[in-house]
C-alpha cells in the first residue's frame, strides 16, 4: 500500500523554496512545489501518476532516485 503524506510543511512562508531540503528532486523535471491556500509548501512528485512505485509526496530530502532527470540548467 502506497501511502501518501506531506513532503514538508511549513507556517513561515517567508522561507525562499530555494532553500528548502529537496534533496535530489529540487533539480528534478518530475518535481512541482506546490503552495497551499495557507501558505504550507509541498513537494510532488509527477511521476507518481504514472509509476506507482514513485510517492506522490515523497519524503525530503530524497537522496536516492531511480526516477530523477536531471532538469536543464539556466545560464
Ligand atoms: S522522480 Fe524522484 S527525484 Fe524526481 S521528483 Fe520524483 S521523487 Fe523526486
Known amino acids: 500500500m502506497t501511502s501518501c503524506y506531506p ?3 511549513t507556517h ?3 522561507i525562499p523554496t530555494s532553500r528548502m531540503p529537496l534533496g ?3 533539480n528534478c523535471i518530475h518535481a512541482r512545489r ?3 491556500d495557507r501558505g ?3 513537494l ?3 511521476l507518481s501518476k504514472t509509476d506507482p ?3 506522490k509526496y515523497p519524503r525530503l530530502p530524497v537522496l536516492s532516485c ?3 532527470v536531471q532538469a536543464k540548467q539556466h545560464a
Request: charged fraction near 10%; hydrophobic fraction near 45%; aromatic fraction near 12%.
Open 53 to 55: 512505485q514513485f510517492e
Open 7 to 9: 513532503a514538508l510543511v
Open 24 to 26: 535530489l528532486c529540487a
Open 34 to 36: 506546490i503552495t497551499s
Open 40 to 42: 504550507s509548501l509541498f
Open 12 to 14: 513561515a512562508p517567508d
Open 44 to 46: 510532488l512528485c509527477e
Open 66 to 68: 531511480s526516477g530523477y
